[in-house]
């Protein structure tokens, strides 16, 4: 079982960025899937989730930025973040129930 993120970098406020995580070793849609993210000084924080079903999840701050979703057929979890914030600067965890990805750092900055 392994997830990998990608998708993060810099980018102005207002600006747009894609996040996505390949899993391997089970299917996306098979499983209850998370956002997590960690801003420097911080504790992790819960961004986003989708259930098996298909019912997604938003923390506040996010909801109507943010759009979480599964790729069946590339067997990715993917995250659009529109409209990003200097807050949303963090580094961004995607995590299965029973594991957590490594990573990939977002920094929204002029």
């Known amino acids: 079982v392994q997830l990998v993120e990608s998708g993060g970098g810099l980018v102005q406020p207002g600006g747009s960025l894609r996040l996505s995580c390949a899993v391997s070793?089970?299917?996306?849609?098979?499983?209850?899937m998370r956002w997590f993210r960690q801003a420097p000084g911080k504790d992790l924080e819960w961004v986003s989730s989708?259930?098996?079903?298909?019912?997604?999840a938003y923390t506040d701050s996010v909801k109507g930025r943010f759009t979480i979703s599964r790729d069946t057929a590339k067997n990715t979890l993917d995250l659009q973040m529109n409209n990003l914030k200097t807050e949303d600067t963090a580094v961004y965890y995607c995590?299965?129930?029973?594991?957590r990805g490594q990573g990939t750092q977002v920094t929204v900055s002029s």
């Open positions: 995590a299965s129930p029973s594991q």
């Open positions: 070793g089970f299917t996306v849609d098979a499983s209850f």
């Open positions: 989708i259930a098996v079903g298909g019912n997604t």
